[in-house]
């Protein structure tokens, strides 16, 4: 199972591709789409869109996995970043990819152990599972986490409807 992992960012998104055989993992690529603040809010969200939509087309991911983002104080900054997270959430679906969502504390619970893991935490749990790769930015890093997450809970879920199924048929 290939496994995208996507940062919502405006000015920074970041993503993560990693395979899945059973229990091991392997990075195949990260990098950051960029947008320009000086640019409108329409051409940004369609740039995002358009660098998104090539890296689906040349990972060909199987699932994609997108982090919930909390409300700021400060309301205009939090609409433009559910903006940017409407582009993670339609470039995967338009590629007809399931889309999962996970709260930060959720990722970080799961990769680091700990809910409230700081970003430099969250970067070394990444290197750590995933070997010696070059990471192109915090929020490929923070990409990287989310498909590790989501890695995690589809092969628990998988064990879980393996564990039904056999159940059923005893």
């Not at 640019?39 to 087309?57: G, N, P, Y």
């Not at 982090?67 to 205009?76: H, I, P, Q, R």
């Not at 680091?112 to 990444?126: T, W």
Request: charged share 20%; glycine share 8%; with cysteine.
């Amino acid at each position: 199972m290939r496994v995208i992992g996507i940062d919502p960012g405006l000015r920074n998104m970041g993503w993560g591709i990693v395979d899945v055989f059973g229990s091991k993992t392997r990075h195949i690529a990260n990098g950051t789409c960029r947008s320009s603040n000086k640019e409108s809010l329409a051409m940004r969200l369609m740039s995002l869109h358009r660098q998104l939509s090539d890296v689906l087309a040349i990972h060909q991911p199987d699932t994609s996995a997108v982090e919930l983002t909390f409300v700021n104080k400060d309301g205009a900054g939090s609409l433009k970043l559910g903006q940017a997270r409407a582009i993670c959430l339609l470039a995967p679906a338009q590629y007809g990819l399931d889309v999962a969502e996970y709260a930060p504390n959720q990722v970080k619970k799961v990769v680091v152990g700990v809910g409230h893991a700081e970003k430099q935490q969250v970067d070394h749990m990444v290197r750590m599972q995933l070997g010696a790769v070059e990471i192109h930015s915090a929020d490929a890093a923070d990409a990287l986490a989310i498909a590790l997450c989501h890695a995690h809970h589809a092969q628990f879920a998988g064990r879980l409807d393996a564990a039904i199924a056999k159940a059923g048929a005893a």
